[in-house]
Structures are given as C-alpha cells and as structure tokens.
C-alpha cells in the first residue's frame, strides 16, 4: 500500500552535485523520520543522513559538510543534496521512512525504497 519513489541518481563527476528525492505515496496518516541510506558493493548498508518530522537532522560524519537532508512535509517528499561528491560516494542509495499507514493495524512502520544507483567518476 505505501510505497517510497526515489528519483535522482545518476553518474556524476567527482565534485559535482547530485539531489536525490524520495516521495512517499499510499494511505499515509503520519510520517515519523526520514533518511537516506547507502551501500557500496562489497560493503554494508549505512547511513548518510536522517531527519525528524520536526526537521532535526543527523549526519554520517563522511559526508557532514557536503550533503544537506530536507523534506517536504505537504507532498510526503525528502531530499538529499549533494555536492563536492567523491568516488567514494559511488553506491546505491536508498529512502527510508517511518510511517503510519491508514490501515488497521495503525502501527509505525519502516518503509524502505527500491534504491537508485549514484556513481561518482574521478
């Protein structure tokens, strides 16, 4: 019923800019926290960045400084912007949200996107 839509990824120059977005779609009462995950082949999913409904924002220190979270409350959307993007940024990138759905049982779940591929070139 709920789903998250990424968009955004692509392949990137290093030092380039990239925004990614993920909008959330379904019968959605509620939706707690949001984030952006990543995971290079080889290598475990992780964290890039996270922000609360109430616009608390929590960074991975690998990109602090070079990566902003937002959301858009009104159309149930984050967004990651990154610049000054590295090889070692290259991974897939996946939303996730914390959410209450309108269907019995109204409990918080976490929502996970389909990932989109961002490469960064040297």
């Known amino acids: 019923q709920v789903q998250l839509v990424e968009s955004g990824g692509g392949l990137v120059q290093a030092g380039g800019s990239l925004r990614l977005s993920c909008a959330a779609s379904g019968s959605i009462v509620r939706i707690n926290t949001m984030g952006w995950y990543r995971q290079a082949p080889g290598k475990q999913r992780e964290l890039v960045a996270t922000?609360?409904?109430?616009?608390?924002?929590n960074y991975a220190d690998s990109v602090k400084g070079r990566v902003t979270i937002s959301r858009d409350n009104a159309k149930n959307t984050v967004y990651l912007q990154m610049n000054s993007l590295k090889p070692e940024d290259t991974a897939v990138y996946y939303c996730?949200?914390?959410?209450?759905?309108?269907?019995?049982?109204?409990?918080?779940?976490?929502?996970w996107g389909q990932g989109t591929q961002v490469t960064v070139s040297s």
């Open positions: 922000i609360t409904s109430g616009a608390s924002t």
């Open positions: 996730h949200a914390n959410i209450m759905a309108s269907i019995l049982p109204y409990l918080w779940k976490d929502y």
